[in-house]
C-alpha cells in the first residue's frame, strides 16, 4: 500500500487532536502527561501538533492507558485501523 506524505501527515495529525482533546478531557496539562508517559513535554506537545513521527505500537498502548481510552481508538486515530471493528470482537483497553 502507498501512502503519500500529505496523507501520512493528516494521520498524524489526527492523532494529534485525538491526544489533546482526551487529554483536556482528563484535566491533565502536557507535561503531566508526559509525566505519566515518562516523556518530555516537548514530545506529547509535538505528537499534539502532528509534528512528531509515528509513535511505535508500544508507546500507543502506554498512551492509550494513560489517557484511558482503547488501543483501538488510538489506532483508528492514526488510521491503522479503520473504525469498523464488529462490536462483538469488542475493543480491547
Known amino acids: 500500500m502507498n501512502v503519500t506524505p500529505a496523507?501520512?501527515?493528516s494521520d498524524l495529525v489526527n492523532l494529534g487532536r485525538?491526544?489533546?482533546a482526551q487529554r483536556r478531557q482528563l484535566g491533565l496539562t502536557q507535561?503531566?502527561?508526559g509525566v505519566l508517559l515518562s516523556w518530555p513535554q516537548e514530545r506529547v506537545?509535538?505528537?499534539e501538533a502532528g509534528k512528531s513521527g509515528t509513535p511505535s505500537l508500544k508507546a500507543l498502548?502506554?498512551?492509550a492507558s494513560a489517557l484511558t481510552v482503547a488501543r483501538a481508538d488510538?489506532?483508528?486515530a492514526v488510521?491503522?485501523?479503520k473504525d469498523s471493528i464488529p462490536l462483538e470482537h469488542g475493543r480491547e483497553t
Do not use: C, E, N, P
Request: a positive charge; proline letters at 0%.
Open 7 to 9: 496523507a501520512f501527515v
Open 18 to 20: 485525538f491526544v489533546r
Open 31 to 33: 507535561a503531566q502527561l
Open 45 to 47: 506537545s509535538l505528537l
Open 61 to 63: 498502548a502506554t498512551l
Open 74 to 76: 488510538l489506532l483508528i
Open 79 to 81: 488510521r491503522f485501523l
